[in-house]
């Protein structure tokens, strides 16, 4: 099941990338390179791919994913806006620091992909994931208190993350 989800999807992303369709008709040879691409990286990958390959088709994740792309989208343009009143105002503080936030998220991808969302923002990069234990360094420090900084930095994203991966 999982080399044949990994297969699917493979597809559809080769066929997303050369959108065989043409004024002349279908690119036959595109679509048939992309078929063999798709079974040999299934074949060859299908196993590290994901834990519950069942999960693909269900489509109240797809919506939460499109959610989650305006709720990141947003995020990242205030932390950007933030960020550059900063550096343009001296006046106010900077203060680096490194913060420890948990997260409620199990799966690795979900995990991944929360240090990755946070990680985008002007003045912010996850250092290291140990577990369920999230360091992110901080251009400016807002919260000192593990609790707050989780509340801040993480909630928003995991509610809608587990949805997704859980």
């Not at 519950?52 to 343009?77: A, G, K, T």
Request: proline share 4%.
């Amino acid at each position: 099941m999982k080399r044949l989800v990994l297969a699917l999807l493979s597809f559809i992303v080769w066929i997303l990338l050369i959108w065989p369709f043409t004024a002349y008709g279908i690119d036959w040879q595109g679509i048939i390179i992309g078929i063999f691409s798709s079974i040999i990286v299934g074949i060859l990958f299908g196993d590290a791919f994901t834990d519950s390959p069942h999960r693909f088709f269900e489509i109240r994740r797809y919506l939460w994913l499109i959610y989650f792309i305006f709720v990141f989208v947003w995020s990242f343009l205030e932390a950007s806006f933030d960020f550059a009143y900063r550096v343009l105002h001296p006046s106010l503080p900077i203060k680096p620091g490194i913060i420890k936030v948990k997260t409620k998220l199990k799966k690795r991808a979900g995990i991944a992909m929360l240090a990755n969302s946070i990680g985008f923002a002007p003045g912010a990069v996850t250092v290291e994931v140990v577990g369920d234990t999230l360091y992110i360094h901080m251009a400016c420090l807002k919260y000192q208190d593990t609790d707050e900084a989780t509340a801040y930095v993480v909630r928003r994203f995991e509610r809608i993350l587990e949805r997704i991966f859980e």
